[in-house]
């Protein structure tokens, strides 16, 4: 009988570690839903952008006005998705740590397999790195905004200032997409290797697309710092190279990764448990 408070304490125990495992899952599961709706979304922009130029130079002006408007806001639309996608990466990664704990595996000789405890900080790292990714997020939205409803006026010192702050934020947060993804890789593998678990999250190919994306926003936002700097001459054809990656490239890629991250963190539960 005096065993009996301990083992009630274990399953109690067990059992809130596996609650962090389902919600942490949970988490990244919504968070794939934001990032695939940006990837939606970056796509429907240019498709817009695409349609108000073939409208102004087919003599209706009025339904090019009306295109431009609606990438405008299409595109706030995707960068706003972006920092409450990384956010909830982010504490979907806190919780799915908090709840390693219970992920275990029993090898046929009868040894147990446990996650140590350098393979938990790297879920720790992630979403740090995604956190200040969702915070970059939330200034190059508010550039954006400035920049999309003329606050800042077309022209002027306070328009290329919210130029330069986007492109700025814009590239920093890719380098810690980059380091988000690269952790969060580092923590699934470490977590199948050490309890020869299923745990995939369905993440294969987030570094190749953070990569891709960090390379496509270097060459959309440098010649357009140059020319801020005031420099002459920028190529032209690294832009428009750019731009193909980030705005049609990149959002295809981020369809496919985020439906199959989003389908690989709801299943992760019931692979962990063999159900």
């Known amino acids: 009988m005096a065993t009996q408070p301990n083992d009630v304490r274990a399953a109690t125990a067990q059992a809130s570690a596996w609650f962090h495992v389902q919600r942490g899952a949970g988490l990244v599961a919504v968070g794939a ?3 695939l709706a940006h990837s939606v979304l970056m796509l429907t922009g240019f498709f817009d952008v695409v349609a108000a130029i073939f409208a102004g130079t087919s003599g209706v002006p009025q339904a090019g006005t009306i295109g431009v408007a609606t990438a405008q806001a299409v595109y706030l639309g995707a960068i706003a998705a972006v920092p409450i996608a990384a956010f909830v990466l982010a504490f979907g990664m806190f919780s799915y740590r908090g709840g390693t704990t219970a992920v275990t595996r029993t090898s046929p000789a009868g040894a147990e397999h446990r996650i140590s405890e350098r393979t938990r900080s790297k879920a720790v790292t992630t979403g740090i790195a995604f956190l200040i990714y969702g915070a ?14 003329g606050a800042a006026g077309v022209t002027g010192d306070a328009a290329r200032t919210s130029l330069a702050v986007l492109s700025f934020a814009w590239i920093v947060a890719s380098v810690f997409l980059v380091i988000a993804a690269g952790m969060f890789t580092e923590f699934v593998r470490g977590v199948g290797f050490e309890t020869r678990s299923p745990t995939s999250f369905g993440i294969e190919g987030l570094v190749a697309y953070s990569s891709i994306n960090l390379l496509g926003v270097l060459l959309v936002t440098i010649p357009i710092l140059l020319l801020l700097g005031g420099a002459t001459g920028v190529p032209g054809m690294t832009f428009i190279i750019g731009i193909v990656l980030e705005f049609i490239a990149i959002p295809i890629f981020g369809i496919v990764l985020f439906s199959r991250m989003t389908w690989g963190a709801l299943r992760l539960p019931s692979l962990l448990t063999g159900r």
């Not at 200034?139 to 999309?148: G, H, M």
């Open 33 to 35: 839903v934001c990032w």
């Open 136 to 149: 970059l997020g939330i200034v190059a939205s508010i550039a954006w905004l400035s920049l999309s409803t």
